[in-house]
Nanobody, 121 residues
Framework: QVQLVESGGGLVQTGGSLRLSCAASGSIRNINTMGWYRQAPGKQRSVVATITRTGTTNYTDSVKGRFTISRDNAKNTVYLQMNNLESEDTAVYYC???????????????WGQGTQVTVSS
């Protein structure tokens, strides 16, 4: 089994900062792209940022310049540093990773359970 566990969510005021982390564990062979997604009430889940195994990053326009995605391959962990938070950032944030296991060599898509981020005005 493979599990992704997010942490670091919470309640902050507008302009504040949070750092999310997501650790993958289990029978992991390789991890390719990792990313963060979010879902606000009444909206579909959408991508926030992604990062390849070699460090290439992509961000949705609304967070560019405020959020930074990074990863530690030795720890199978991805991070999302969120600065200058706005009320529109309020959502459940989900970790995502493409992973091969010790028993199956094709990449499969895995999701974490989500962590709540609430930004108050």
């Amino acid at each position: 089994q493979v599990q992704l566990v997010e942490s670091g969510g919470g309640l902050v005021q507008t302009g504040g900062s949070l750092r999310l982390s997501c650790a993958a564990s289990g029978s992991i062979r390789n991890i390719n792209t990792m990313g963060w997604y979010r879902q606000a009430p009444g909206k579909q889940r959408s991508v926030v940022a992604t990062i390849t195994r070699t460090g290439t990053t992509n961000y949705t326009d609304s967070v560019k310049g405020r959020f930074t995605i990074s990863r530690d391959n030795a720890k199978n962990t991805v991070y999302l540093q969120m600065n200058n938070l706005e009320s529109e950032d309020t959502a459940v944030y989900y970790c995502n990773a493409d992973i091969t296991t010790s028993y199956y060599r094709r990449y499969l898509d895995y999701w974490g359970q989500g962590t709540q981020v609430t930004v108050s005005s």
